[in-house]
């Protein structure tokens, strides 16, 4: 069985003993880890085992605790050449403990033999799923989060899951903690240029803000734009040109492909020029106009085209 960390509940999970975790954030999967056993076998320790010595340590542990209380055992395998031998000694086992094998998305690559006691949780998502996120967690764990909390959450946790689960946390541990929401997230280049394509108006100016306030050098993020527009202009003008000749990958490339399907030709053009202005702006020639505000204003105008505003 496959699972989503959106899927993830106590009625889906009570069959299986052994869960392979892939992720990309520690603190996102630390969460499920402790969800998974305190729903299982909420008095339990958590035993983190070795890799590298899997075999010597996990049988030294079964038989050291062959007559002892049921135990999770979380794995941190950082190599996926390891999970079929694994997986095979898995099939010799006789205890009732919990197994969790965490992997990195990256480094997931192959197939898993799953079998009825064995799930798969993919256990990461897109920074435009992160309200999906927190409203599951608010779901899970009952914790009565209001709209507006969500959406305030959505907009300082991004990129900072440790602020957003601490906050959780005294959540459930005091129902009426109300206190204001701060922003700490941290944004980098490339998430300001995901968040074009998500969220309100309001949301997306707080994000640039914060990005700024943050001591980003207008610069670099200039630089980044340039390549990102003249890459969504060359899409514009030959739509079947390889995306990979002009270094666009993953994200970024369903990016450009969306931009250039929404906006004119000669807007790209006119950015691009204002581009070039701004980087003189931000190297001195220029000194009556801030650059950052520029670039705001090419980074909105691109949110009204993206979402017909």
Known sequence: ?????????????????YFFIQYD????????INYIKNILIPHAPIINLDENNIDKDLNTYLEANLFGDRSLLVINQKNDKNILSFTELLNTNTSENIFIIKVPKSKFTMK??????????????????LSQYINYLNLRDQLNLTNDEVQSLEIVSSNNYLFLHNYLRIKSITPDYKDQINDQSIYNSF?????????????????????????????QFNSLLFWFYRSVFRHKLNPNI???????FGDMSVYCKKLSQKIHAKLIQKILQKIHTI?????????QTNPVTEIKKIMILTHKVVHHE
């Open 1 to 17: 069985m496959n699972l989503r960390i959106f899927d993830v509940n106590q009625v889906n999970i009570q069959s299986f003993q």
């Open 25 to 32: 954030d520690e603190v996102i999967v630390s969460d499920l």
């Open 112 to 129: 898993l033999p799953l079998n009825n006691y064995t799930t798969c949780i993919d256990a990461t998502f897109k920074i435009y799923e």
């Open 191 to 219: 998430d300001l240029i995901a968040a074009i394509f998500s969220g309100s108006k309001s949301d997306f100016i707080k994000k640039i803000n914060r990005f700024f306030e943050t001591g980003n050098d207008p610069i």
């Open 242 to 248: 390889d995306l990979k000749s002009l270094r666009l």
């Open 279 to 287: 980087d003189k702006i931000s190297k001195g020639q220029d000194m």
